[in-house]
């Protein structure tokens, strides 16, 4: 029995046809008897609309209210794909970062993770639950709600996976993994098998969008094994270690 984390993105669950698929695969990883934590990010361009939304209201907003606006696409996408599991009669529940105990600091909108308390995760584990964790977000210890700046639900998977020392975080987006330049633009780009934490940290911080920065350096330091995959088919992607 592993322990994995899969994290999804806002492609990945970005309608109801696809969270029902990504239930599947959720499912079957679960079947294989694997203890499993699933972190989404919001559904397709939610954020970018929670954005343009609060502009109109204010362009200028609080940034503690923005954060919570923006947590809430998230959290849409947890209880969808928690009900959706429980659609194929596997035990799910869903989690926001407060109910996770994914504590940050203070900084809204680009917060990072101080610590996770996973007394509460780890009870629903071994209660033989799916846990489906909101990514991007977490909570301060004034429990106010912040985010961790675009594209940071990566950050919350690779942050829990460390803090359960999972045995592999699995990240699934649109690509099939890391490849030599974006497969989507120049078609004979090749894919990677394997790369290195610091070449990964070096391709991230060049601006490529596979992975959030900083969940780079938190895989590095804590030694997290990453899979990046394609959420559309079964090929093996790209292994970062
Ligand atoms: N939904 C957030 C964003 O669009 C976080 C994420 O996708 O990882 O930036
Ligand atoms: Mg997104």
């Known amino acids: 029995m592993a322990l994995i984390v899969q994290k999804y993105g806002g492609s990945s669950v970005a309608t109801p046809q696809r969270i029902k698929k990504i239930a599947e695969r959720v499912v079957k990883t679960k079947k294989e008897n694997h203890k499993l934590v699933v972190v989404v990010s919001a559904m397709g ?139 989507r633009i120049v078609p004979q780009a090749r894919k990677l098998k394997k790369i290195s934490y610091d070449e990964m940290l070096e391709l991230a911080s060049l601006g490529t969008k596979v992975l959030h920065l900083r969940a780079v350096e938190i895989a590095k330091k804590f030694k997290v094994p990453l899979h990046i995959r394609s959420s559309f088919t079964d090929r093996e992607g790209t292994l970062i270690c």
């Open 45 to 183: 361009d939610t954020t970018d609309n929670l954005i343009k939304l609060m502009e109109k209201i204010n362009p200028d907003p609080p940034k503690r209210e923005l954060d919570l606006l923006l947590s809430t696409g998230e959290v849409v996408s947890a209880a969808l794909l928690a009900a959706a599991i429980s659609a194929k009669d596997e035990k799910a529940v869903a989690f926001t970062a407060y109910q996770g105990g994914i504590i940050t600091d203070e900084i809204h909108t680009k917060a990072r993770i101080q610590r996770i308390n996973t007394r509460k995760i780890l009870e629903e584990l071994n209660r033989g639950n799916i846990l489906v964790i909101a990514g991007f977000q977490g909570v301060t210890p004034n429990d106010a709600i912040t985010t961790l700046g675009r594209g940071g639900s990566d950050t919350t998977a690779v942050a829990v996976a460390a803090a359960l020392k999972a045995d592999i975080c699995e990240i699934y987006t649109d690509v099939e993994g890391v490849f030599t330049a974006d497969p």
